[in-house]
């Protein structure tokens, strides 16, 4: 069973709340799992964002951050300010739900914080982002710049994850080049390099979506896995 990648509380939530994953959870898991850059093409309704969320939800919940060493640690990028709004609703849920679990099975778990940082986020709501950092950061490509482009950035130094929605929203036009430098950035940035995942369900070619995703090292394009 693909569940069997996760601790008992996850897989407890998922396993009473869904019938069976879906492919694009199934084949996604494993490769994200084993730390690889990781692109996934799939219907919309395929269960594909929280393919993408889920490992992270577990790893975050198991290894809490002291206070005084707080950072963001999953950053979520939607190119569209509504979608993000609505991401960080459906991210609610499975957080709750897994630690409902957790405490049913008495099993640790710390639910991650969410935050989000748009256009429209007030001047207040920025400093306090800044200030006590959330573990899961929904933001947009512009909101990213910024926050890479100011003193804010430090919030963003224990990023090991990057997850890009919509990626084929963003490939071969001028904001895809304004993301792929800003991930450029946070390479630079970061404690180590994060893994990239990508997500959208219109993608093609692969091949040349997952180049985007992975972007250029120094030593060569960065190989990116794709699940189809």
Not at 19 to 26: N, R
Not at 80 to 88: M, N, S
Not at 121 to 142: M, Q, S, Y
Not at 151 to 168: F, K, N, S, Y
Request: proline share 9%; hydrophobic share 40%.
């Amino acid at each position: 069973m693909t569940t069997e990648l996760f601790s008992p509380p996850v897989r407890e939530w998922f396993e009473t709340t869904f019938a069976e994953p879906t492919p694009a959870q199934a084949q996604g898991w494993p490769a994200i799992a084993s730390g690889e850059h990781t692109l996934i093409l799939a219907p919309t309704g395929s269960g594909k964002t929280l393919a993408a969320f889920l490992s992270a939800i577990d790893r975050l919940g198991a290894t809490p951050q002291p206070e005084r060493d707080r950072t963001c640690r999953l950053l979520y990028i939607s190119p569209l300010r509504a979608l993000a709004v609505d991401i960080e609703k459906n991210l609610r849920a499975p957080l709750t739900g897994v630690r409902l679990a957790a405490e049913r099975l008495e099993h640790p778990f710390a639910e991650p914080e969410v935050g989000m940082r748009t256009g429209d986020t007030p001047a207040a709501e920025r400093r306090a982002l800044v200030k006590h950092p959330p573990d899961i950061l929904i933001t947009t490509p512009e909101s990213l710049y910024l926050l890479l482009t100011s003193q804010a950035r430090e919030m963003l130094r224990g990023v090991d994850t990057v997850i890009v929605d919509e990626i084929h929203s963003l490939a071969g036009n001028k904001r895809g080049a304004h993301l792929a430098l800003s991930l450029e950035r946070m390479e630079e940035l970061t404690e180590r390099p994060p893994q990239r995942i990508g997500l959208s369900a219109t993608q093609r070619p692969l091949e040349e979506i997952a180049r985007f995703l992975g972007g250029q090292a120094p030593e060569g394009r960065r190989p990116v896995r794709i699940v189809d």
